[in-house]
């Protein structure tokens, strides 16, 4: 009799072992499939590749702004593309402004770049740029990234921070300093500057940008990537005067965006 119990017991004691293993797999692969959802969701990044012939950029010596700024943005995207789970837009691909070609009308123009970047659903608008010291002081050097400032959307900010960070620190790869600019707390290369007059929906200083305050009403983040200064020598020669140069600005970018987002390489 005892027997009979104990065979009882321990078939009792398998049965739970074996359904209580069911489930904790049932939640294990639940946990799974949850998880590959998240990272297989398809990122949407828009290119902005700063000014054109219309709304012109700086210019010194043989350097062109709205034309650098276009090469790095198409081998930025080259790049990008060859990761998965990643699609990328540019708010423009010649050199003329697809906004209305009209010297006056730059708020517009910006105001249809964020308008572009939403109707694609961008999680990210990711502005490229280049920088000039009005001034026209030489020792200004080196990239910086103005990322969203912490008003009515922290997350965005937050957002802004850690992308800037990642391209930052790609672009230091390619010999580039950070640049250490007043508004960049501690050499930092991340920015963010507010508007002095202008007002979020909930009353605290808009961010001084346009592409950054439209697209943060609109849902998303800008940032805006200032990769050297045509008025350095050293960063112009070495940086900005070849499309080999350019290339390399923009795979750095690219890369930083990759690690940002824990993209795969196809
Ligand atoms: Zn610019």
């Given at each position: 009799?005892?027997?009979?119990?104990?065979?009882?017991?321990?078939?009792?004691?398998?049965?739970?072992?074996?359904?209580?293993?069911?489930?904790?797999?049932?939640?294990?692969?639940?946990?799974?499939?949850?998880?590959?959802?998240?990272?297989?969701?398809?990122?949407?990044?828009?290119?902005?590749?700063?000014?054109?012939?219309?709304?012109?950029?700086?210019?010194?010596?043989?350097?062109?702004?709205?034309i650098?700024?276009?090469?790095?943005?198409?081998?930025?995207?080259?790049?990008?593309?060859?990761?998965?789970?990643?699609?990328?837009?540019?708010?423009?691909?010649?050199?003329?402004?697809?906004?209305?070609?009209?010297?006056?009308?730059?708020?517009?123009?910006?105001t249809?770049?964020?308008?572009?970047?939403?109707?694609?659903?961008?999680?990210?608008?990711?502005?490229?740029h280049?920088?000039?010291d009005?001034?026209?002081?030489?020792?200004q050097?080196g990239?910086?990234?103005?990322?969203?400032?912490?008003?009515?959307?922290?997350?965005?900010?937050?957002?802004?921070?850690?992308?800037?960070?990642?391209?930052?620190?790609?672009?230091?790869?390619?010999?580039?300093?950070?640049?250490?600019?007043?508004?960049?707390?501690?050499?930092?290369?991340?920015?963010?500057?507010?508007?002095?007059?202008?007002?979020?929906?909930?009353?605290?200083?808009?961010?001084?940008?346009?592409?950054?305050?439209?697209?943060?009403?609109?849902?998303?983040?800008?940032?805006?990537?200032?990769?050297?200064?045509?008025?350095?020598?050293?960063?112009?020669?070495?940086?900005?005067?070849?499309?080999?140069?350019?290339?390399?600005?923009?795979?750095?970018?690219?890369?930083?965006?990759?690690?940002?987002?824990?993209?795969?390489?196809?």
């Open positions: 009799m005892k027997t009979y119990f104990k065979k009882i017991i321990t078939i009792a004691i398998c049965l739970i072992t074996i359904l209580s293993l069911m489930a904790s797999n049932t939640v294990i692969s639940e946990a799974k499939s949850k998880s590959s959802k998240k990272s297989s969701k398809n990122i949407v990044v828009v290119l902005d590749p700063g000014h054109d012939t219309t709304h012109m950029g700086c210019h010194y010596e043989n350097f062109e702004e709205g650098a700024n276009l090469y790095i943005a198409y081998y930025c995207k080259q790049e990008l593309e060859k990761y998965s789970g990643v699609t990328v837009y540019m708010t423009r691909y010649g050199f003329d402004c697809p906004y209305g070609a009209n010297p006056d009308t730059t708020s517009d123009c910006l249809s770049r964020v308008e572009y970047a939403k109707s694609v659903k961008a999680d990210v608008l990711i502005s490229l280049n920088d000039y009005p001034d026209l002081d030489k020792s050097n990239a910086k990234v103005i990322i969203p400032n912490p008003n009515y959307r922290p997350d965005l900010c937050i957002k802004g921070h850690d992308l800037g960070q990642s391209i930052l620190t790609q672009l230091t790869t390619t010999g580039l300093a950070v640049n250490d600019w007043k508004l960049c707390p501690n050499g930092t290369g991340l920015v963010t500057r507010d508007s002095e007059g202008g007002r979020y929906p909930d009353g605290s200083a808009k961010d001084y940008y346009a592409l950054i305050n439209k697209s943060k009403v609109s849902g998303f983040a800008t940032i805006i990537v200032e990769h050297a200064f045509c008025t350095n020598d050293s960063d112009r020669i070495n940086h900005l005067s070849t499309p080999e140069q350019y290339q390399q600005l923009g795979i750095a970018d690219a890369t930083g965006i990759a690690n940002y987002y824990g993209l795969k390489l196809k």
